[in-house]
């Protein structure tokens, strides 16, 4: 199994024997370093992004006349035509990214259009701040870490987006990205629709680029693991796989940085915890009995999970003998409709639950898990949400997404419904804008950033303010 060197002192790229691989301690060293540089074409670049201004916000309509623009079909692959108007500042030639060359003809796309949110339109505070459009294909996951967002789409592609700005991208062989996070060393993890977990990370050199560092498992301990037949259980069809791996779509990822374990959920109805300093599969626990549809880490060290069988389960981590494991600690919901969404508010240590009937359940942290109450906001299924201060945001096949205020008697009053997507909202996430500077020890407004992708092929970037009362 050993690779052939290439004997030339100036070859970067040495393998290992199989003997040396097993006994390397690196996160999966059977990977190489995966750069984009040169391994694109055309058709990869197919993004666009457009912000509102005060001073020029045209309509989603027809984006040029033939008074005011060249007489060339609106093609992708036309180099030569250029939006009649001028915010291409996104696709600068001082900030090209390997997904983004300058010899790309979509240097300067017809893509590029500016959108309208008329509810807003007095309110600087609240509403639509730009789109990203992709054409790639509908937008399944999304991520944001400070000023970098992270989105993944059944294109097998992650794209990555700084100040709304196109940063850089890497791609997968396979399976559509239905799940990333991000991890504060800078490695990203992605799950896909082929059961696989990539890991990536960013180079300290070059922000730009991004390699992938492996998988999980790692090729080593898939190999060690698979010679003992105890690791294996059966799945579907009377067949057996190692139980360290998921034989069907990831589905979920979500990461608890104070223990150092990330936790993956899949529609092979089972969550596999992972340690992230050596990404060692530590449990893989049969959840549910049907699809895992949603894992977080919550409050108290809790895990929670949601299931298409209509179950959201709670999980601890405690001690048994020699071991630590997490076991089943709560059955909060069992119903009909399928879960579909969760999110924690950690500061008020609640827990919400999106269903596939279009409701919100959530818990309060109490002496106990409480139910506070059901919150009915959507005319079809929920399917996703996401926690911003004493902000709730969810999104719904319905294509709305409901901004929601937890007040102090533990109530939620509906702030506004965000109406621009032409599909069933699929992803959200949201980060705090810097603090507005306060004199004579006001509390300053929080505002947020929400990043909402569709099956609609698009990405909205809206801007929430929570008003201090």
């Not at 020029?56 to 027809?62: I, K, T």
């Amino acid at each position: 199994m050993a690779i052939q060197d290439n004997h030339s002192r100036n070859d970067p790229y040495r393998r290992l024997t199989f003997a040396s691989f097993l006994k390397s301690d690196s996160l999966d060293a059977g990977d190489e370093a995966y750069h984009t540089d040169g391994d694109h074409n055309h058709s990869d670049n197919k993004d666009a992004i457009s912000t509102n201004s005060d001073s020029q916000r045209p309509s989603n309509a027809s984006t040029s006349d033939s008074s005011s623009s060249p007489i060339y079909p609106l093609s992708p692959w036309n180099q030569t035509y250029y939006p009649p108007n001028d915010n291409t500042t996104a696709f600068s030639s001082t900030n090209q990214s390997s997904w983004n060359q300058s010899c790309s003809p979509y240097h300067k796309s017809p893509w590029i259009y500016q959108t309208r949110n008329s509810d807003f339109e007095d309110d600087p505070d609240n509403g639509l701040v730009g789109t990203i459009v992709r054409q790639e294909g509908h937008v399944y996951s999304l991520a944001a870490a400070g000023d970098l967002l992270f989105t993944g789409s059944d294109s097998k592609n992650i794209r990555v987006w700084k100040d709304l700005k196109d940063f850089s991208g890497f791609k997968s062989t396979s399976g559509f990205v239905k799940a990333i996070v991000i991890t504060g060393d800078n490695r990203v993890f992605t799950g896909h629709q082929d059961g696989k977990i990539r890991v990536w990370r960013g180079s300290k050199r070059n922000p730009e680029r991004y390699s992938r560092v492996g998988s999980l498992p790692t090729l080593k301990e898939f190999l060690t693991k698979s010679v003992n037949p105890k690791n294996y259980v059966e799945t579907r069809r009377k067949k057996n796989k190692l139980k360290i791996r998921h034989f069907d779509a990831v589905s979920c990822l979500t990461v608890n940085e104070d223990l150092g374990l990330l936790y993956s959920g899949s529609w092979d109805k089972t969550l596999k915890v992972w340690r992230l300093s050596d990404s060692k599969c530590l449990e893989s626990i049969e959840a549910h009995d049907d699809a895992v549809n949603t894992v977080v880490a919550g409050f108290d060290d809790l895990v929670f999970t949601g299931s298409a069988d209509g179950t959201l389960k709670v999980w601890k981590r405690e001690l048994q003998g020699r071991e630590t494991k997490h076991v089943l600690v709560h059955v909060l919901m069992k119903q009909e409709s399928a879960v579909t969404a969760l999110a924690v508010n950690l500061i008020d240590a609640v827990i919400y639950c999106g269903s596939s009937d279009g409701s919100v359940n959530f818990w309060e942290r109490k002496k106990y898990l409480t139910h506070g109450g059901t919150i009915h906001g959507h005319r079809m299924a929920v399917l996703c949400l996401t926690s911003a201060g004493s902000l709730l945001l969810s999104g719904g096949a319905d294509k709305n997404i409901c901004v929601w205020r937890r007040n102090g008697d533990g109530s939620h009053t509906c702030l506004s419904v965000l109406m621009d997507h032409d599909g069933p909202v699929k992803c959200l996430t949201a980060v705090e804008e810097a603090e507005d500077e306060v004199n004579d020890g006001d509390k300053a407004d929080q505002r947020w950033i929400v990043y909402s992708g569709s099956l609609d092929k698009s990405v909205k970037v809206w801007r929430v303010t929570d008003y201090a009362s």
